[in-house]
């Protein structure tokens, strides 16, 4: 695993391209009533969609657990499709502090962390980097289109209409 070795702008507020070779995955999470959803985009260097899944997690959470489980959720399915070379970005800062940083944390979120670096340890190079929220833009979109459902949304080559429009 790679940890912000490849000059990647931190903090950017617009979305760009990855590197040739690399995927950008954009991970998102939003509190709700009925518990917490979570959405991921991933595009390629040339900014063509790759894949999107959202899900809804029954359980009430706080914003930095929401992104720590969403992010995990995110990471999860890129190990499942043998997916590498991952820029993974979210507008969650703590996240990214804490993720990037090599102290422990043993609370119930930082074991959390902790899995999510375990599963980008089984991934090829992840690079994990904080954006501004309006460089998720894409992302929000699909979980307020989506995430109201109950079952895991998954989709591969061909976006969701809630999206298709902004790629």
């Not at 790759?50 to 992010?71: F, Q």
């Not at 993720?99 to 340890?121: F, I, Q």
């Amino acid at each position: 695993m790679k940890v912000a070795s490849h000059n990647l702008p931190s903090s950017s507020s617009s979305w760009s391209l990855p590197p040739v070779g690399r995927l950008k995955c954009n991970v998102d999470a939003t509190i709700m009533a009925n518990g917490m959803g979570f959405g991921a985009v991933i595009r390629d260097h040339s900014g063509s969609f790759v894949a999107a899944y959202d899900g809804l997690l029954r359980s009430k959470l706080d914003p930095y657990m929401a992104e720590t489980l969403a992010i995990k959720e995110a990471l999860t399915c890129l190990k499942q499709r043998h997916m590498s070379h991952i820029i993974l970005e979210t507008d969650c800062l703590n996240f990214c502090t804490n993720y990037n940083s090599e102290s422990v944390d043993l609370s119930y979120v930082g074991l959390l962390l902790k899995h999510g670096k375990v599963l980008a340890r089984d991934i090829v190079d992840v690079v994990v980097c904080h954006v501004q929220r309006s460089a998720n833009h894409m992302v929000h979109a699909l979980m307020r289109a989506t995430v109201s459902s109950s079952v895991l949304g998954v989709w591969d080559i061909i976006p969701p209409d809630c999206i298709s429009g902004l790629l």
